[in-house]
Nanobody
Framework: QVQLVESGGGLVQAGGSLRLSCAAS????????MSWYRQAPGKQRELVAT???????NYADSVKGRFTISRDNAKNTVYLQMNSLKPEDTAVYYC??????????????????WGQGTQVTVSS
C-alpha cells in the first residue's frame, strides 16, 4: 500500500556529482523521517543522511560537506545531492521512510518502508 522508488544512480568519475531521488506513493498522510542508507558489497548497511518532516538534517561524518539531503513533503519525495564523489562512496543507495502514516480502511501509523535501491558507482 506504500511503495518507495529510488532513481538517479549511475556511474560517475571521482569528483563528480549525482542527484538521487526517492518518491513514496500510496495513500500517505505523512512521513516523519526520510533517510538514505547505503550498502557496499560485503559491508553492513549504513545510514548516510536523514531529514525530518520539519526539515532538520543529520549526516554521517563521511559525507558531511559533500552530500545534501532534502525533501518535498507535498510530493512525498526525498533527494540526495552528492558532490565531490569518492570511490568509497560506491554502494547501493536505499531510501527509507520512517514513521509513515497512511490511510486505508483505517489509518495506519508508525510504519517503516524501504526502497529497492539504486546503484552508485564512482570510478577512480
Amino acid at each position: 500500500q506504500v511503495q518507495l522508488v529510488e532513481s538517479g544512480g549511475g556511474l560517475v568519475q571521482a569528483g563528480g556529482s549525482l542527484r538521487l531521488s526517492c518518491a513514496a506513493s500510496g495513500s500517505i498522510v505523512s512521513i516523519n523521517d526520510m533517510s538514505w542508507y547505503r550498502q557496499a558489497p560485503g559491508k553492513q548497511r549504513e545510514l548516510v543522511a536523514t531529514v525530518t518532516s520539519g526539515g532538520r538534517t543529520n549526516y554521517a561524518d563521511s559525507v558531511k560537506g559533500r552530500f545534501t539531503i532534502s525533501r518535498d513533503n507535498a510530493k512525498n519525495t526525498v533527494y540526495l545531492q552528492m558532490n565531490s564523489l569518492k570511490p568509497e562512496d560506491t554502494a547501493v543507495y536505499y531510501c527509507n521512510a520512517n514513521g509513515v502514516v497512511y490511510k486505508a480502511t483505517i489509518i495506519y501509523t508508525g510504519l517503516n518502508y524501504w526502497g529497492q535501491g539504486t546503484q552508485v558507482t564512482v570510478s577512480s
